[in-house]
């Protein structure tokens, strides 16, 4: 069973850190490209960072410098270590796997972060 599954989320106030995990199990592997998208509301769903099969990683320019994201392909998962987080940071955070063929692509089921004080 294909699998994705975050955790980590919660509640911080502004300036604070969070530190989300994202677990993959069954087909996905090495050969997939492993995103962080995130969803507030009343908005579309946004790219947060990518994690490459070639071991690259990408930010989106409104959280560059303050998130950090790693992969680990020997235990198949992704973290995203969110500092200086601010109230529009808020939102849903999703992790997603997208095969480099772009043939397969499989959603988490998502973490919620509030950031408020």
């Known amino acids: 069973q294909v699998q994705l599954v975050e955790s980590g989320g919660g509640l911080v106030q502004p300036g604070g850190s969070l530190r989300l995990s994202c677990a993959a199990s069954?087909?996905?592997?090495?050969?997939?490209?492993i995103y962080w998208y995130r969803q507030a509301p009343g908005k579309e769903r946004e790219y947060v960072a990518v994690a490459t099969v070639s071991e690259n990683i990408n930010y989106a320019d409104s959280v560059k410098g303050r998130f950090t994201m790693t992969r680990d392909f020997t235990k198949n998962t992704v973290t995203l270590q969110m500092n200086s987080l601010k109230p529009e940071d808020t939102a849903i955070y999703f992790c997603h796997a997208r095969h480099y063929t772009g043939d397969n692509h499989y959603w988490g089921q998502g973490t919620q972060v509030t950031v408020s004080s």
């Open positions: 069954g087909s996905i592997d090495r050969m997939y490209n």
